[in-house]
């Protein structure tokens, strides 16, 4: 492959001065999905599916997982992913620490992940009854959930937890430290459910409250939920099931679809092997939505997060990298899709590379389908961004005709 020098040097230096911009005016367009698949060793591991309309998803790296549980794991296993974007352009993941096969009071900890690129992932293992002695009975510790708590501008997660078989599975957090590697200090509680168990919580903030949705473990097998105006404290139960269906469910996760005012409450129908989407615009008032989801994977408890054109070309690029996303130019520029991608916007502090795969005498290059001269990036494309618009940020492969 070969690449022509100076375009190359002009290309870097746009990237360089425009990076942040672009990458902050650009819009959520689709969906990530993280998940595992089952109750097999081979299927406790995380994997990534995406969707562009909040129904339909497909399967990452052909259903495989994208990080190996065996090198992020104390158990060989992990289960129950949750991402979150970050406040900094990175991202998170925490997850369960658990072979199912070895039992279900098993666990004694979690995963924390960290990203800046949803690619490549730093991890940390958090034993709770080795690290605090106050949980030494601690069985299992399950479906671990983050989020930023803007009042300490920290990062906090929080889990189910069990302190031996005669206790009920109640919800604890604790701060990450600022390298989320660890947690700053012992778990405190967050809420409990009237002396039963309640797992699987997710805090949506939506009008100045936090709502906490979470599963009633061995009692009735429901989804529930309870608002508090703070956020590590004052939950007070709304006592309905939220499900709209009589079968056992778990794994709710609640997401809003991009530029609507309407909130999904998907959840696990893990006895039947399937998942189900109630809507809703005020977190109160659930119906059932009447697309039904599509899966080319069976999944099992996961969460959803939106993601932006440039993030979903950098998950396609490094494990679909065959796929096409449709960009084209009417203009004789051609988007190559048919072999990985070698470049990345997101990645801000890498030089980005452009190759003229042919190597051609053209002098035109293509980026998100636009036809942009040698000579635009040569006297400067700042100058002139109020006449044309900005490219989008993410990975391209561009061929001239």
Request: hydrophobic share 35%; glycine share 6%.
């Amino acid at each position: 492959m070969k690449y022509r020098f100076s375009t190359t040097v002009a290309i870097l230096f746009f990237v360089s001065s425009l990076c942040s911009f672009v990458y902050s005016a650009e819009e959520f367009t689709s969906y990530l999905f993280a998940y595992f698949t089952g109750n097999k060793i081979e299927e406790e591991a995380i994997r990534f599916a995406i969707s562009d309309n909040a129904h339909s998803f497909k399967a990452l790296n052909g259903n495989k997982p994208i990080i190996s549980s065996a090198a992020i794991s104390a158990t060989g296993g992990v289960r129950d992913p949750h991402i979150l974007r970050g406040e900094n352009s990175d991202y998170y993941m925490v997850a369960t620490d658990m072979v199912s096969a070895n039992g279900w009071a098993s666990n004694r900890g979690l995963v924390m992940l960290k990203s800046t690129n949803l690619i490549d992932w730093q991890s940390a293992k958090v034993n709770i009854p080795t690290s605090y002695s106050q949980y030494s009975k601690a069985d299992r510790v399950w479906a671990p959930q983050v989020i930023f708590d803007k009042e300490v501008g920290k990062y906090m997660v929080y889990f189910a937890m069990r302190l031996g078989s005669g206790d009920p599975d109640k919800i604890y957090y604790a701060y990450a430290n600022s390298t989320f590697t660890a947690f700053e200090a012992a778990p405190k509680l967050l809420y409990k459910y009237n002396n039963l168990s309640a797992i699987d919580a997710d805090i949506i903030y939506k009008d100045n409250k936090y709502y906490l949705f979470f599963k009633t473990e061995g009692s009735g097998n429901g989804i529930k939920y309870a608002v508090s105006s703070k956020l590590t404290e004052g939950y007070v139960l709304y006592d309905k099931y939220l499900q709209l269906t009589t079968a056992a469910v778990e794994g709710s996760c609640v997401f809003k679809l991009i530029n609507s005012s309407t909130y999904v409450l998907m959840y696990d129908v893990y006895t039947s092997g399937r998942y189900e989407f109630a809507l809703s615009t005020d977190l109160v008032n659930f119906t059932q939505d009447k697309v039904l989801p599509s899966f080319d994977f069976i999944p099992r408890h996961g969460t959803v997060m939106p993601i932006t054109a440039a993030e979903k070309n950098a998950l396609n690029a490094k494990w679909n990298p065959t796929h096409t996303n449709g960009i084209n130019s009417k203009s004789g520029i051609t988007l190559v899709s048919d072999r990985p991608a070698t470049q990345s916007f997101l990645s801000h502090n890498k030089q980005p590379e452009f190759h003229n795969v042919n190597n051609t005498s053209k002098d035109y290059f293509s980026i998100s389908g636009q036809k942009i001269s040698k000579r635009l990036f040569s006297n400067g494309f700042a100058a002139q961004s109020q006449q044309r618009s900005i490219p989008a940020s993410g990975i391209y492969l561009l061929r001239t005709k």
